[in-house]
């Protein structure tokens, strides 16, 4: 896990690559990697690369980047890990002349060998940048379900490409505010891919490759070497016999999930909570350990809710002591939260109502030694946890589709009842059901589409919301499928999971040079699991929590599913002292609209 930054300009009349901006670059990229930092600048001076490494794989000089391929054809830089590199490296190195043990050169190798096809052969997480000088073409990819961030910005005739967008707001002046961004942000309380704060760069998104070849005046777009939803929505299809063992089946994938994400050259530990997803992965990881080996755990708590059910301090503490795990509880209070607001600000790669929590405990997990972590995210997304599984099918299909233009005017005529209720997206119940798109909008939206012109100009709003053509998006997301409980999956993955919990567990972790890997956000995963989610004895969290030898407490298997609680809004109204009008402290509006201001004043 790392941090990579290139620059390139391939116009007849180029200029030279700036090693001082490329300086500034590295600066901003450095707690991404600690360990070690390098730069080279290729001959023709028309190609420059960086990178900020955290050692976990083939921890030797000789796994620095950016690295060479021993032709000199190849050189690459490289964020995150390929896991099944072993296997790949086995398959290749007929034909290649390998000088490490990193998965890095196996990245060059597979690429020389079956070019973009060697996408689909990586297990793991990745954004790399390639340059090849042969053919005198950059690459960039990313993996399918963008764990790892990557972007670009075009600056003149130069392309510079980086893991984070503060990144690149260093490389010039000039940045503008993106309305439709902001429009995005204030929908979702995180901006959708492939848009930033800023007009002038973009993210390459999740399960694309983009090529830039020297002499042509026009590139070729981005294109998806991962088809998301039509991939997972062919898996689900696949017929699974109806008396297949679904705990057989679901124990073999998780077992194989998690000892895969456990490649590391460097101990690797649990985040753990008192939920079903990470007091599961604690347990197969002590389960898969070697025998010496003792699991390291660690649990955020907040003295605000200590003795409360709030608190699941505790009960993470009970699993831990049952596991035998090296186990550590991380307190934190209202004048920790605002005494690390400015540095948090600081790390946030782009406006987020969340990931406070994972900023903390990435913060202590790295303070106690680790640099590798496992995450339970991905969990609610693939065994449907959330809520929303039953609430938006209910929506979507009890409502017929020919009442919404009755509801546009009941939520015209309520608008103001339902705002007094302190449910504001009350008044759009009727408009926002009829079909999964509307319903899943009115589920996760932050604000409605009819409110935005609250916090930007009217005009603006409707231009941003006709760019960001949401309910066309969606739709296109969940159409693939005719199951209910798929059509979940694949919203939730591709909309809160992708734009929101992922990119917020990159910069909240990275803040700290701590790796968070996500073993139930794996695509060999997701096919094996999605068929066994719609048997008649259908595979669900219950199902996966049993998976471990060592069972888990019966009152973590039979503990009603809560949402991971922090008194962000308790704390930010306290800390104003009523000086910004932060009246409505149980919502995440008067957070989010404070995020996006401070955010755009740390640029």
Not at 219 to 237: E, L, N
Not at 280 to 287: D, G
Request: charge should be negative.
């Amino acid at each position: 896990m790392c941090g990579v930054f290139a620059a390139f300009d391939f116009a007849k009349s180029f200029s030279k690559i700036d090693l001082d901006v490329m300086g500034r670059v590295s600066a901003q990229l450095a707690p991404r990697g600690p360990d070690s930092s390098g730069m080279w600048i290729s001959p023709c001076t028309q190609v420059g690369m960086g990178h900020r490494r955290l050692a976990i794989i083939d921890l030797s000089p000789s796994g620095e980047q950016p690295m060479h391929e021993a032709t000199g054809r190849y050189t690459i830089v490289f964020n995150g890990e390929i896991f099944n590199y072993r296997e790949l490296r086995e398959q290749l190195k007929s034909g290649f002349e390998f000088r490490t043990s990193s998965d890095t050169e196996v990245i060059i190798a597979a690429w020389h060998r079956w070019g973009t096809e060697c996408l689909n052969k990586f297990r793991g997480m990745f954004a790399f940048v390639l340059w090849d000088n042969h053919l005198r073409q950059v690459h960039i990819a990313r993996d399918a379900f963008g764990i790892k961030p990557i972007y670009i910005r075009q600056v003149g005739s130069q392309i510079w490409v980086a893991s984070q967008v503060k990144a690149l707001a260093l490389v010039a002046s000039g940045l503008t505010e993106n309305n439709t961004a902001k429009a995005g942000f204030f929908l979702w309380g995180t901006i959708p891919d492939p848009l930033t704060p800023f007009n002038e760069i973009v993210a390459l998104p999740s399960g694309h490759v983009i090529t830039y070849e020297f002499g042509k005046t026009t590139q070729a777009p981005a294109r998806d070497w991962f088809q998301f939803s039509q991939t997972f929505a062919d898996a689900a299809s696949v017929a699974i016999p109806s008396n297949t063992d679904v705990a057989a089946e679901l124990r073999a994938a998780m077992l194989d999930t998690v000892q895969v994400h456990r490649e590391a050259d460097v101990p690797v530990g649990v985040f753990l909570s008192a939920g079903l997803d990470s007091t599961t992965l604690a347990a197969l990881s002590c389960e898969l350990a070697a025998s010496e080996q003792i699991i390291q755990t660690v649990t955020l708590a907040f003295s605000e809710y200590a003795g409360t059910e709030n608190d699941e301090s505790g009960l993470a503490e009970m699993v831990a002591r049952e596991l035998g795990t090296q186990h550590t509880t991380v307190q934190i209070s209202k004048q920790d939260f605002t005494d690390e607001l400015p540095k948090l600000f600081a790390a946030m790669d782009q406006p987020s109502y969340d990931g406070v929590n994972t900023y903390f405990v990435s913060k202590a997990t790295r303070s106690a030694g680790l640099k590798v972590a496992l995450s339970g995210l991905g969990g609610d997304e693939l065994f449907g946890g959330y809520a929303s599984f039953k609430q938006v099918p209910q929506l979507a299909e009890s409502v017929p589709g020919w009442l919404q233009p009755t509801g546009v005017l009941m939520r015209q005529l309520f608008s103001g009842v339902a705002v007094g209720l302190g449910k504001p997206k009350l008044a759009g119940a009727l408009e926002y059901s009829g079909s999964y798109e509307r319903a899943y909008l009115l589920r996760r939206g932050l604000f409605m589409p009819w409110e935005l012109d609250q916090v930007m100009s009217k005009a603006d709003a409707i231009n941003a919301l006709t760019e960001l053509a949401t309910l066309p998006s969606l739709a296109a997301t969940h159409q693939t499928s005719q199951h209910a409980q798929t059509k979940m999956s694949l919203l939730e993955a591709a909309w809160f999971m992708r734009h929101q919990l992922l990119r917020d567990s990159d910069w909240a972790s990275m803040a700290h040079g701590l790796e968070l890997r996500v073993p139930l956000v794996d695509v060999d995963l997701w096919k094996k699991v999605l068929p066994l989610c719609l048997l008649p004895d259908p595979a669900n969290k219950r199902k996966m929590a049993m998976t471990p030898k060592h069972a888990l407490p019966d009152v973590i298997l039979n503990r009603p599913k809560t949402g991971f609680c922090i008194p962000v809004n308790q704390w930010l109204l306290e800390a104003d002292g009523g000086q910004s009008g932060l009246s409505q402290a149980s919502s995440l509006r008067p957070w989010a609209q404070h995020v996006w201001e401070w955010w755009m004043e740390s640029i």
